[in-house]
């Protein structure tokens, strides 16, 4: 079984602030996702990063795929109270037949204004 | 004109009762998923559907039963209801096959299952 940890798990800042979450794994995934889920939804996907290195900018939010493929940051910038949110890393592992999304337990991030 | 629509929104039950969650897409997606999610958030796969046919079934108990009359419905029916199935329940759908690079989730809004 392939696990994703993440970390922190619960994050409270102030409107403004900089923040990074992180995913981490033993294992080697061929592609990771990050998904937002807010109160009472379903998770929304925000972004897949697929090659080693990969950095990916979404407005104010910038994800980075590990070199090895074994961990990814999601970096926000200047966060605002509309970021608030579960944050979920998932990864793929291939080849892997039938093997499934493994989802990261989140980080629970809250930007009071 | 919800992508992934599933109801109830909300399931209050006793134990040991029989009861269905129904999720429809209309995304024209093949593959379509359950996922639980239980109270500490953790995401986990209990089916994936593709085109109508099981393709995982993560060692769940066999008092869940998913059933996907065509490729845009699945549902899900779980008897002798036990406190441990309390949890939220998420359909999902994807535009390509399972296990591929390009595999992406859309999430319906979830059932959240209260069994007393």
């Known amino acids: 079984t392939q696990l994703l940890e993440q970390s922190p798990q619960f994050l409270s800042i102030q409107e403004g602030e900089n923040l990074t979450v992180y995913c981490n794994s033993s294992?080697?995934?061929?592609?990771l996702q990050w998904y937002r889920q807010e109160p009472g939804e379903g998770p929304v996907l925000l972004v897949t990063v697929v090659t080693g290195g990969e950095v990916k900018k979404l407005k104010r939010l910038t994800f980075q795929f590990g070199d090895a493929r074994k961990d990814s940051s999601l970096h926000i910038t200047a966060a605002q109270p509309g970021d608030t949110g579960l944050y979920l890393c998932?990864?793929?592992?291939?080849?892997?037949?039938?093997?499934?999304?493994?989802f990261g337990k989140g980080t629970r991030l809250s930007v009071i204004a | 004109d919800t992508a992934v629509s599933q109801t109830p929104k909300y399931l209050v039950t006793q134990m040991g009762n029989d009861k269905s969650i129904k999720c429809e897409q209309n995304l024209g997606h093949d593959t379509m998923y359950w996922y639980k999610q239980d109270s500490k958030k953790f995401l986990k796969i209990m089916f994936s559907y593709n085109n109508k046919e099981l393709i995982i079934n993560e060692t769940v108990p066999n008092r869940f039963s998913p059933k996907s009359p065509d490729k845009a419905h699945l549902n899900l029916h779980i008897n002798s209801l036990e406190l441990g199935d309390s949890a939220v329940y998420f359909c999902?759908?994807?535009?390509?096959?399972?296990?591929?690079?390009?595999?992406?989730?859309?999430f319906g809004s979830g059932t959240q299952l209260s069994v007393l």
């Open positions: 999902a759908s994807s535009p390509h096959p399972h296990s591929t690079t390009n595999e992406k989730l859309f």
């Open positions: 998932a990864g793929l592992h291939l080849p892997s037949g039938n093997t499934p999304l493994v």
């Open positions: 294992s080697v995934f061929s592609s």
